[in-house]
């Protein structure tokens, strides 16, 4: 039977998630007021953009069939660490590179433990969770920081700027987006890490170090959630000690539903971000047709059972 | 180094209550009544229901094939709830009311189980996406008709309080008359009956048990009802203690009760561990949280330490394991 | 002329097995070279050691004369030798050409991969090898196993191979797949590559081969050119001039069949059918992925049975679970035991008492815990296990002893009809003849049993008939005790047919 590259498209996840998307899009933006509203529509991206760059981490540490419960974590310390350098006067290039460095520091703790010493990722990623989180307590003593003294005037634009009429961190978005487009695709290490996920035996007979992939995978996702606190400090102008916490969940959510399998091997960037846009455009929907924002979890919950099943029909279909 | 992990793998549970000891010795010494007859009672009464969720843990882990639960803590949160809104709101009977939860936390842990057992979904996804399923559940149930918002139940008759609030000859209710035979029957079903050794044998080697002719997908999904049913027990004891049902109780419980099993010596790839590693183990870590919420340590940092104290006793049991293979390689190419 | 690649003295043990007792062994360029033998006789060691896989204990290997260490497989890549397995290893959710060229990438000049390059590349290497194109960025799961092959191949040749060997490569390919391999086998071969092909198809290796060597109980019994040998001959050496020991019995057999198979077909098997009496040792000898154990594996309710018919005492029955086959008297000992038979952290007694728990069990589902430790001292004794107690864990015991916990594990089940999946597989000589004699002793006293095995001096010895299977098929059926001989097993084996 011949299947062509162009009728494969169409069976992708990313080809379901967008139609889901569009048909989502025109029934919240028939049934309710406000949804097509331009404020709402940059409101919407603005909230895709923290968990999509988180996202494209969280993708490529599920493609190696790991998983990482402390994104929340890493991202309220680098938030922390921003909001303070913040407000001493640093310059923002400099607080951007900080937060890339400490996301990667905090992402090589999980990674060394799981790369190397060889403990299963849940259960370091629920120690670092926690631990972290205690350590952002512990950095902002309790107390909240951005409100008074507010951050300054440079820190908040990249957050809530905008640029053509989008707004900044969307464009980041969108950078970021591309470059591990790039990254996953031309570049050797890239498809390591889908070969680490396919079939660690075979990747260790061909050579490649899987411990070192494994442990590059949790430093360059920290990087990434640390954009994101970056992004979230800016963007909301306040740093509290729950800042992040719960994050995962969407992240997560986003990374399944846009098509990365739990069990390895497979995913796209492009997908977890069309993930993260459902995820967000089921938020908002839900918000302006006045249901009640206790039923978020379910919905989500139930939405990821719903898309790991679909992949499990789609694995038993292609073993036949 | 590896003396001293030889040391650690004869003598575990041995060191662990050295550990335990230790531990309650310190906090005493620095801590200002932390030895009083009132907190040790605390402790006892906290130790039963974060015990009950760890037991459930325990099972779940030994089933193998991945088996977690992170959906303990939301499952505990969503019982009280129900139950708390039952008699308060809706003015059932308490019993009834209790048995509703039940019923509820069973049909939980089925739900989980079902997906995990027959439809083959990770235990960790199911688990973490019902975590947040019986999260939201909890918060819907607990909203007021009347307010629209989530709102604390305290309405519990006195006649339930017994079990939670009650001490006979200084020892709590909930110790004596639930905590500890629960813990002996689960370590007699574990230990003494086939269904205990079907558990085992289906964490230790699925494909071998399906050979030998080990029910395995009933073995794993009758092990999720139980932690579900224990799960609701720590509930109607939670409730009744506090008298009041709130829908973030079981807020941090999962990685309690997991911090506990593998601190306990439970196997995170199944087949290994009993009870009474867990059980040593339930008291550390309560002693451990409970010292430092008297020393004045934010709760915050009393689930920072937690993370440690997981990431550093998964990593024991992981050298432990890795020497263990080795000794047994050394013995068998002599 | 120089070989190409030559070993010397090559010694291989593992554990108490010697797999390679000093071999020596020369590949010259450009000739196609067959390497045949029997399960175990050594020849995927040879491969494995060549392939960088494994070390050898002793012996050295020469290239193009200078005498080198093959490290691991990706240094045996670079030394220019390439292996395609039997078992393809490979990325599922990639791409073929992603399979084709991980680890071995054509990069641009800032060091990213150049997809277009490696897609033109493919299309060279699917020229050569006859594939057709649009297959280049299909996921490999996709492909059959025959195609995965091929792009297998496209592999090694990607790494320029000077050396090429194939582990059994038809045995999973289609007749019109093989007819493309063997037209590759000669193109490249007339360009100088040096192919090693393993395989038990005689008839294959009298079309391709340039030379055959013949492997034996770990040496080398013989290599000769093509044309010197016919098909006698090698089967002659591949069987070897050992005395067969055969053992003396009291036969007692049932005058019907407890068991018939009729036309039993699944996926991994057409057609079979067969008798089974009550008091015979039936031996099911053939190659590896002849689909015996399958077969019985399908008796034993583990694998569903497309069409057929099983009957027992006269009835049929539907067997859909090991459960079921329990019930009806049926046991079965698998060929992994590690993996599929025993829980190797676990004590002798939690092992044997297994299958059987429910009988053990009173009041409250507890297991009566003397009767238990009565029961696992009893099944100690009976075959003398070596070990200090019924609560040594498995895994500090000899493989021989292993093998004895799993044969009690299952006679603790009264079974009437006993399937035994290679049993005395990673065994020592010892132990061996103490579990053939229990076999026999059981038979003697009515049991019903099967021995499935891939090593000819078992089956010979315990088998009072014996079916051959090749390739899914019943391909010789040795009723009389005379007509078991190696040379018969053998031929039937390697599928050539005898009228029974």
């Not at chain 1, 992004?231 to 992240?251: C, D, H, K, W």
């Not at chain 1, 139930?302 to 073993?319: C, F, M, P, Q």
């Not at chain 3, 019907?256 to 039993?264: A, D, F, G, M, Y």
Request: aromatic share 10%.
């Amino acid at each position: 039977m011949k299947k062509n590259s162009f009728f494969r498209f169409f069976r992708t996840r990313e080809f379901t998630v967008t139609i889901i998307l569009l048909l989502l899009v025109i029934l919240f933006g028939m049934t309710t007021k406000n949804f097509l509203n331009p404020s709402n529509i940059r409101n919407l991206l603005l909230q895709v953009s923290t968990i999509g760059i988180a996202s494209i981490g969280m993708t490529t540490i599920i493609i190696t069939a790991g998983i990482d419960v402390s994104a929340g974590s890493i991202l309220g310390i680098v938030a922390v660490v921003a909001g303070k350098t913040a407000l001493s006067g640093y310059p923002i290039w400099l607080i951007f590179l900080l937060a890339l460095l400490v996301g990667a520091l905090l992402g090589s703790l999980n990674g060394f433990i799981i790369g190397f010493i060889g403990i299963p990722p849940i259960l370091v990623t629920l120690g670092t969770m926690s631990f972290l989180r205690a350590m952002v307590y512990q950095l902002l003593g309790g107390k909240w920081i951005g409100s008074y003294p507010p951050f300054p005037d440079s820190f908040r634009k990249v957050g809530t700027g905008v640029f053509y009429g989008i707004p900044i961190p969307v464009w980041i978005m969108l950078g970021l987006v591309l470059i591990f487009m790039y990254y996953l695709r031309y570049r050797p290490t890239g498809r390591y890490i889908y070969a680490t996920g396919n079939n660690i035996e075979a990747a260790r007979v061909s050579g490649i170090s899987v411990k070192k992939i494994l442990f590059f995978v949790y430093i360059l996702a920290g990087m990434l959630y640390g954009v994101a606190g970056y992004i979230m400090a800016s963007r909301t102008g306040i740093v509290q000690t729950n800042t992040g916490a719960g994050f995962e969940l969407s992240v997560i959510a986003a990374t399944v539903l846009g098509g990365t399998n739990i069990l390895g091997g497979e995913g796209t960037v492009v997908g977890s971000i069309l993930g993260a846009l459902l995820v967000a455009v089921i938020k908002n929907g839900m918000i302006l047709m006045n249901l009640p924002a206790l039923l978020e979890g379910l919905i989500v919950g139930a939405i990821i059972i719903g898309s790991v099943i679909a992949d499990i029909l789609k694995t038993r279909e292609g073993k036949r | 180094m590896n003396r001293f992990l030889d040391l650690i793998a004869h003598n575990r549970n041995i060191l662990m209550l050295l550990l335990l000891s230790l531990i309650f010795l310190t906090f005493t010494v620095l801590v200002p009544h932390f030895f009083s007859m009132y907190n040790v009672l605390n402790m006892t009464q906290y130790g039963v229901e974060i015990g009950l969720l760890a037991f459930a843990e325990a099972l779940i882990i030994i089933s193998g094939g991945g088996g977690i639960d992170l959906s303990v803590g939301a499952l505990l949160s969503l019982t009280a709830m129900i139950i708390g809104v039952l008699v308060g709101r809706y003015g059932f009977n308490i019993w009834l009311a209790v048995i509703v939860g039940l019923g509820a936390s069973g049909l939980g842990g089925a739900l989980n189980g079902f997906m995990i057992s027959f439809i083959r979904i990770p235990p960790l996804l199911a688990t973490l996406a019902t975590m947040y399923i019986f999260d939201s559940l909890a918060l819907l149930v607990s909203v007021e008709p009347q307010f629209g918002n989530p709102m604390p139940i305290s309405k519990f008759p006195d006649s339930y309080f017994f079990i939670g609030q009650s001490t006979i000859f200084g020892i709590p209710f909930q110790v004596l008359f639930i905590f500890l035979p629960i813990f002996f029957i689960l370590n007699y079903y574990l230990k003494s009956t086939i269904y205990g050794r079907f558990l085992y044998a289906v964490g230790i080697n699925d494909k071998a048990a399906l050979f030998s002719n080990v029910p395995v997908k009933k073995t794993r999904f009758s092990v999720y009802i139980i932690g579900g049913i224990l799960v609701g027990i720590a509930a109607v004891i939670m409730t009744s203690r506090i008298a009041s049902a709130r829908p973030d109780l079981g807020l941090g419980y999962n990685l309690q009760a997991i911090t506990i099993a593998v601190l306990g010596g439970i196997n995170i790839f199944g087949g290994e561990g009993d009870l009474i590693g867990v059980l040593i183990s339930i008291g550390i870590i309560v002693v451990l949280y409970n010292g430092l919420q008297l020393a004045g340590v934010n709760a915050i940092w009393q689930m920072g330490t937690l993370g440690i104290v997981l990431i550093g006793s998964a990593i024991i049991n992981y050298l432990l394991s890795k020497r263990k293979l080795y000794v047994i390689s050394l013995k068998n190419s002599k | 002329m120089e070989p190409f690649l030559k070993v010397s003295r090559i010694v291989k043990n593992f554990g108490g097995v010697k797999a390679l007792k000093g071999v020596d062994f020369e590949l010259i360029k450009g000739e196609v070279h067959a390497l045949v033998g029997e399960n175990g006789a050594g020849k995927s060691t040879l491969i494995k050691i060549i392939s960088g896989v494994i070390q050898p204990d002793d012996g050295e290997i020469f290239i193009e004369g200078e005498k080198v260490r093959i490290l691991n497989p990706k240094d045996a890549h670079e030394k220019g030798i390439a292996t395609v397995y039997q078992e393809p290893l490979v990325y599922k959710k990639l791409s073929v050409v992603e399979n084709i060229f991980l680890g071995n990438e054509i990069k641009t000049s800032n060091g990213s991969i150049n997809w277009k390059a490696q897609v033109n590349k493919c299309k060279e290497l699917f020229k050569l090898l006859d594939i057709d194109p649009y297959l280049i960025h299909t996921p490999m799961g996709e492909l059959s196993v025959g195609l995965q092959q091929l792009v297998l191949i496209a592999k090694a040749l990607n790494y320029s191979a000077k050396v090429l060997i194939f582990d059994e490569p038809t045995a999973i390919l289609t007749e019109i797949e093989a007819e493309k391999l063997f037209k590759i086998i000669k193109k490249l071969s007339s360009q100088g590559v040096a192919i090693l092909y393993i395989s038990h198809r005689l008839e294959e290796i009298f079309r391709i081969a340039n030379r055959v060597t013949v492997f034996r109980d770990g040496k080398r019994e013989g290599t000769f050119d093509i044309e010197e040998v016919n098909r006698d001959k090698i089967i002659e050496l591949m069987a070897g001039k050992a005395l067969i020991e055969t053992i003396e019995r009291q036969k007692n057999l049932s005058k019907s069949p407890i068991l018939e198979v009729h036309n039993l077909t699944s996926p991994y098997f057409k057609d079979i059918s067969f008798s089974l009496y009550a008091g015979e040792i039936l031996g099911f000898s053939g190659l590896i992925g002849s689909g015996r154990s399958e077969l019985m594996q399908t008796i034993f309710g583990l694998i569903k049975k497309d069409s057929g018919k099983v009957i027992l005492n006269g009835e049929e029955i539907e067997i859909n679970s090991p459960e079921v086959a329990m019930k009806y008297g049926i046991a079965y000992l698998p060929e992994d035991r590690a993996n599929e038979g025993l829980f190797l952290r676990e004590t002798i007694k939690f092992n044997i008492s297994i299958p059987i728990l429910k009988n053990l069990t009173n009041f409250f589902f507890k297991i009566d815990n003397k009767k238990e430790n009565e029961l696992a001292q009893k099944a100690m004794d009976a075959i003398k296990i070596k070990a200090p107690s019924i609560l040594t864990v498995l895994n500090n015991l000899s493989g021989g002893n292993q093998q004895k916990v799993l044969l009690e594990k299952w006679l603790l089940t009264y079974p009437k009809i006993l399937i035994l999946d290679e049993p005395t597989r990673g065994v020592d000589v010892g132990v061996k003849v103490e579990i053939h004699k229990e076999i026999v002793k059981l038979a003697e006293k009515g049991m019903a049993i099967i021995v499935v095995s891939s090593e000819l001096p078992e089956v010979i010895k315990l088998s009072d008939r014996v079916i051959v299977m090749h390739e899914g098929s019943i391909s010789g059926k040795f009723n009389r005790k005379e007509e078991i001989t190696p040379k018969n097993l053998i031929s039937a084996a390697t599928g050539i047919r005898k009228a029974s």
